[in-house]
């Protein structure tokens, strides 16, 4: 009995050795592959970024790789004067406005090889949408939301379907478009363009910049509004609310 035993075991040992080691192989592959849902997770510390990756925005880098960002509210040089982003340092937009900007930016460089798109602002979280417009209490509503919109109604900025960009060259040098980005005044009104370049405080150059930046977008399926050259909404606002969820 004892012979029949010991001849089991030796006949059953290396087909348990074998599947320790199979064992041992995946949990080792396991570790250099975390599961999918933690990837997102792993690729930022920042909250406001991993929130905006779990609801389905893309940072519009990994999507394309040769548009420049330089968030502006993730430094001083903005209308409030602070950095209001934190940790935010990446765009992040929907995916199918990330998309469309990937295709303003190939049309761009298509015209002209050495031009890049240099984003300023894509999406944006619902609580920081309130500082903005707290900021600009001086002014009344109706004047106040042609350059911030009312956190009441939601920006579709805050469903991460419009973006804030200029043009600029490959080595990050922004064209000149006659006024900074948030600049408060009528000199940046896409409508009033053709007065001030009679009255000359625009330039034929800055307006041509202006001109071929609006082309690119409009031609990837952007739209621009009256008061900002910089502006451009991938959807209305209506449909964001319809499509998207906010970011909070």
């Known amino acids: 009995m004892r012979k029949q035993i010991f001849c089991l075991l030796l006949f059953v040992m ?3 050795v074998v599947s320790a080691n199979v064992k041992e192989a995946k949990v080792e592959k396991n570790d250099h592959n975390p599961p999918k849902n933690l990837k ?3 690729q930022t510390d920042c909250e406001y970024e991993q929130k905006m990756a779990q609801q389905g925005l893309v940072n519009i880098q990994e999507i394309d790789p040769s548009v420049l960002v330089e968030l502006k509210y993730s430094t001083t040089d903005n209308f409030v004067g602070k950095d209001v982003y934190g940790c935010i ?3 992040f937009m929907q995916k ?3 998309k469309m900007l990937k295709q303003a930016n190939t049309i761009l460089q298509q015209k002209h090889p050495n031009y890049r798109l240099l ?10 949408q ?3 417009w707290n900021t600009l209490s001086q002014y009344p509503p109706k004047e106040r939301a042609k350059y911030v919109a009312n956190p009441a109604e939601g920006s579709i900025h805050n469903y991460g379907s ?11 040098k922004a064209l000149d478009m006659g006024t900074k980005y948030d600049y408060f005044g009528a000199l940046a009104y896409p409508i009033k363009e053709d007065y001030f370049l009679d009255q000359k405080k625009l330039t034929k150059q800055q307006v041509a910049n202006r001109i071929l930046l609006r082309t690119v977008m409009k031609s990837a399926g952007f739209t621009a509004i009256d008061y900002e050259w910089w ?12 499509i998207y969820q906010i970011i909070e």
């Open 119 to 128: 984003v300023y602002d894509g999406g944006r979280p619902h609580s920081i």
């Open 40 to 42: 997102k997770k792993l």
């Open 14 to 16: 290396p087909y348990l």
């Open 130 to 132: 309130k500082i903005l």
């Open 231 to 242: 502006h451009f909404n991938a959807v209305s606002r209506r449909q964001a609310k319809q």
């Open 96 to 98: 199918r406005p990330a």
């Open 89 to 91: 340092t990446n765009c």
């Open 162 to 172: 419009a973006v804030d960009l200029t043009i600029a060259t490959a080595d990050g």
